[in-house]
């Protein structure tokens, strides 16, 4: 019945709402920092390398931090995004600590983006607000995200 659902809102949006326009520069970064954070520049670089390596061919490209709780990697994500600010036009940070957490991080990305038809308490119509603007939008976007257990 879920699934129906959001297949129901999804097809409610008319066309006029997918726009490429957003408001940019645009980042929800969180500003707390952990003052135990070693710096970890060489993690730093090999992402940045990842990104910005042969960058006469333009491609979608992503990347995963992993390993166990507690060693840094959202911290490692946090300050390689901070130092990107001037570099990506959007930097959306997803918080999905919780279900309420996930479904709150589309609402202030759709809010802070300025997306047509994106309103504060309609979280599924503003995750798909801003999937669909991810998809389409032509500049570089930095998503990070914080992953746990929902």
């Known amino acids: 019945m879920e699934e129906l659902q959001r297949l129901q809102i999804f097809l409610s949006l008319t066309p006029k709402n997918f726009t490429n326009s957003a408001r940019l520069p645009c980042s929800n970064l969180p500003v707390a920092r952990n003052a135990r954070f070693y710096d970890r520049n060489n993690i ?35 300050k390689y995004s901070h130092g990107k600010t001037s570099v990506f036009p959007a930097i959306l940070w997803i918080r999905s600590e919780t279900k309420e957490s996930l479904e709150g991080s589309f609402s202030e990305i ?21 999937l669909d603007w991810l998809q389409k939008t032509s500049r570089y976007s930095l998503v990070s995200t914080c992953i746990s257990n929902v």
Request: aromatic share 8%; no cysteine.
């Open 44 to 78: 730093i670089d090999q992402i940045d390398k990842h990104f910005f390596e042969n960058p006469e061919h333009q491609r979608f490209r992503t990347l995963a931090l992993f390993g166990l709780g507690g060693v840094g990697k959202s911290h490692v994500a946090l």
């Open 110 to 130: 759709a809010s802070r983006l300025k997306l047509e038809g994106a309103e504060p308490q309609k979280h599924e119509e503003n995750r798909i607000l801003v």
